[in-house]
């Protein structure tokens, strides 16, 4: 029975989904034939039935993949900020962590004053735009979060390289001899 580590069946579920793409794909080229009246169709050198058939059961080993990504992400914990959290719940904080980091570095690169030209405002009176906090703070501020979001994600990658799971479909996709 194959038992993979989370970490690499997440790589996996990517390539069964991308598996369902081609196969839904060949599926659609495969489905009609034009030809010309009085000359035989030319048959697929695959059957719309058997793709039909391999798509079905590739769409049902992703959502067992899904579900087991799933499953083990919310059963497993790591510790962060002196609590435990699920895997979910890290990767979902390390998501929204990564976001805000980027918009502190990006107030942290605006001007403190900058003068707007071309934009004409109260009878074509220039205009100034002014930072309403402090810019070098903000800039710090997203370096410290991204510096603690490349920690969260080191413990979570950590922690999905311990955990393995069964998935024997997996000797479909990926060769599992060493």
């Known amino acids: 029975m194959a038992k993979l ?36 169709a030319e048959e697929p050198s695959r059957s719309f ?14 959502r067992q993949i899904d579900e087991l990504i799933h499953g083990a992400n919310l059963a497993h914990h ?9 895997l979910f719940t890290a990767m979902q904080t390390a998501k929204h962590m990564r976001k805000e980091a980027a918009s502190l570095k990006r107030y942290g690169s605006m001007k403190k004053e900058e003068l707007n030209t071309g934009r004409f405002y109260n009878g074509g009176e220039q205009t100034i735009t002014r930072a309403m906090y402090d810019i070098e703070k903000a800039r710090e501020n997203g370096l410290q979060l991204e510096r603690k979001v490349k920690r969260l994600s080191q413990l979570i990658e950590d922690e999905c390289h311990k955990i393995f799971l069964e998935f024997p479909q997996a000797e479909k996709y990926i060769d599992l001899e060493d």
């Open 5 to 40: 580590s989370l970490a690499a069946l997440v790589p996996l579920r990517s390539d069964i989904a991308h598996k369902v793409t081609e196969l839904d794909q060949e599926r659609e080229n495969n489905a009609f034939c034009v030809y010309i009246k009085g000359d035989k």
């Open 49 to 62: 039935t058997l793709i039909t058939e391999e798509l079905e059961e590739a769409r049902e080993d992703f």
């Open 78 to 86: 790591i510790l962060w900020n002196k609590q435990e959290i699920s």
